[in-house]
């Protein structure tokens, strides 16, 4: 029997988007010396908000668009949301096309942006969600019975007859995941989702598109933010993206890992008779990948902790076997890894060092 290949949640294969500088609004003194440059000739009639973006999100996972402002981000959203269209490349919805079939694709994509926008704030919950039902086509007793599950669902239900301009923030939030499933999508792209939100209504928010969205409705999330604490704890994969490119790709480990040249470690160690560093620690600095060595006693405990600062390539294990053979019981072991943060403002700044 063949095994059938699952059918990837989205996929962007070299999607590329040009602006002409000409159109552009011009705001500050800076662009408009820039607008002049553009038409004396001097520069590039054409800025690249996307230069052959590729990435590809398997079904049921959340994966994070990181990135400055000005990477690009707003524009790949408004693409994969159907509003413009690329200049090249293709965008895939679980094999649906984005430009071909920008129907097709609302009914599995939809975006869930950060503000409350297109609700009428004099309408209540429910009437907001019977007027964008009524949008979609959705006819109205299935609407009716959709609406009462989904406004349950974001845990509406008390707030389904209140006027929307009486919405907290994290309420609107949900009622725009209860309008994005209205035409039941199986993906859906946040901007920003928990911004505005206060540290306890953002946590919530957080655990009720993991773990109810995710992981019981087996729906995609694309999640595209500044804030990247959120983005490590929530995200399966990350995808950088600075000045229109895709830089890194990984789990947030791995993102961490790419940029992080040396290692540092501390370990405490115990045991009956500790051996000087000349006789048995001095081994450890010749261990492949150790670039640095040092030996401290602890002033209230028999301990000694050993600092080593290694390459990412050190083995490991060769140096837990050498304080095995001397007899030592590890105490505790403390490793320092760059932060999410580190590694982004590294890779977006082109500093890997």
Same mark, same amino acid.
């Given at each position: 029997m063949t095994a059938t290949l699952e059918v990837p949640a989205l996929q962007v294969i070299d999607i590329t988007k040009h602006y002409d500088v000409r159109v552009r609004k011009i705001t500050t003194a800076m662009e408009f010396r820039t607008y002049l440059s553009v038409l004396r000739g001097k520069k590039d009639r054409q800025m690249t908000a996307l230069d052959k973006v590729n990435f590809t999100?398997?079904?049921?996972?959340?994966?994070?668009?990181?990135?400055?402002?000005?990477?690009?981000?707003?524009?790949?959203?408004?693409?994969?949301?159907?509003?413009i269209l690329p200049d090249s490349g293709q965008a895939l919805v679980f094999g649906t096309d984005v430009v071909k079939q920008p129907r097709a694709v609302l009914k599995k994509l939809q975006a869930v942006l950060a503000e409350g926008w297109g609700f009428e704030r004099r309408l209540s919950g429910r009437q907001n969600l019977q007027f964008y039902a009524t949008l979609y086509g959705i006819p109205s007793e299935t609407a009716d019975r959709r609406i009462d599950e989904l406004l349950e669902f974001c845990q509406l239900t008390d707030a389904a007859d209140q006027m929307f301009q009486k919405y907290s923030t994290g309420m609107t939030r949900k009622l725009l995941v209860g309008r994005a499933l209205l035409t039941d999508a199986s993906v859906l792209l946040f901007d920003e989702p928990t911004s505005g939100l206060d540290p306890a209504s953002a946590a919530d928010f957080r655990g009720f598109l993991k773990n109810v969205l995710v992981r019981e409705r087996g729906k995609t999330l694309i999640w595209a933010t500044h804030n990247l604490t959120e983005a490590q704890q929530v995200c399966d994969t990350i995808g950088v993206l600075n000045k229109g490119h895709i830089i890194a790709k990984g789990t947030p480990?791995?993102?961490?890992?790419? &940029?992080?040249?040396?290692?540092?470690? #501390?370990?405490t160690l115990s045991g009956n008779g500790l051996p000087s560093q000349e006789e048995g620690f001095g081994r450890i600095s010749h261990i492949n990948g150790v670039t640095r060595f040092g030996?401290?006693?602890?002033?209230?405990?028999?301990? &000694?902790?050993?600092?080593?600062?290694? #390459?990412?390539?050190?083995?490991?294990n060769k140096i837990f076997e050498t304080l095995s053979t001397l007899g030592l019981r590890i105490v505790g072991v403390e490793a320092s890894q760059p932060s999410l943060e580190e590694a982004f403002i590294r890779l977006t700044r082109g500093d890997k060092s």
């Open positions: 999100i398997a079904p049921g996972k959340v994966f994070g668009l990181l990135g400055p402002n000005g990477a690009g981000k707003t524009t790949l959203i408004k693409i994969l949301s159907t509003l480990s791995e993102i961490r890992n790419a &940029i992080a040249e040396k290692v540092n470690m #501390t370990i030996m401290k006693k602890d002033p209230e405990t028999t301990n &000694i902790r050993l600092e080593l600062e290694a #390459t990412r390539d050190v083995d490991y």
